[in-house]
């Protein structure tokens, strides 16, 4: 159901073991990952400091690290899967950004309620 979920466009989790090694450039001392989730070629990283959004290209290698501290994070919500919609939608609102960022999960995992979650920790 993962890849089935990647070609919609739906968040699936990421193994922490890989996110580490590809992220350890850039991870400040004392931060860690806590969760990540993937979208196509597309990642979010939750680490212990802050939200990090990874935009690549489909074609190339050339990819953008969007840094997100918590204490910037003025709210988020979550819209769940209905009957007709299979989609769960994850909105999380930036201090001084007019819309917010919104992340697609599929109707089938938990993965939505477990970044709610993650973000609940680190923002309330």
Do not use: C
């Amino acid at each position: 159901m993962g890849i089935f979920n990647a070609i919609l466009g739906n968040a699936s989790e990421a193994i922490i073991a890989d996110l580490e090694k590809e992220f350890q450039p850039i991870l400040v001392a004392g931060e860690h990952i806590e969760k990540g989730y993937k979208i196509i070629k597309d990642q979010f990283i939750f680490t212990n400091k802050r939200l990090i959004l990874v935009e690549k290209q489909l074609v190339g290698s050339k990819a953008e690290y969007l840094s997100i501290p918590y204490k910037n994070i003025n709210k988020f919500s979550k819209e769940s899967a209905g009957l007709l919609d299979l989609d769960a939608e994850l909105k999380i609102w930036v201090r001084g950004e007019a819309q917010p960022i919104s992340k697609q999960f599929g109707k089938g995992g938990n993965n939505i309620n477990e970044v709610y979650q993650i973000l609940g920790a680190y923002v309330l």
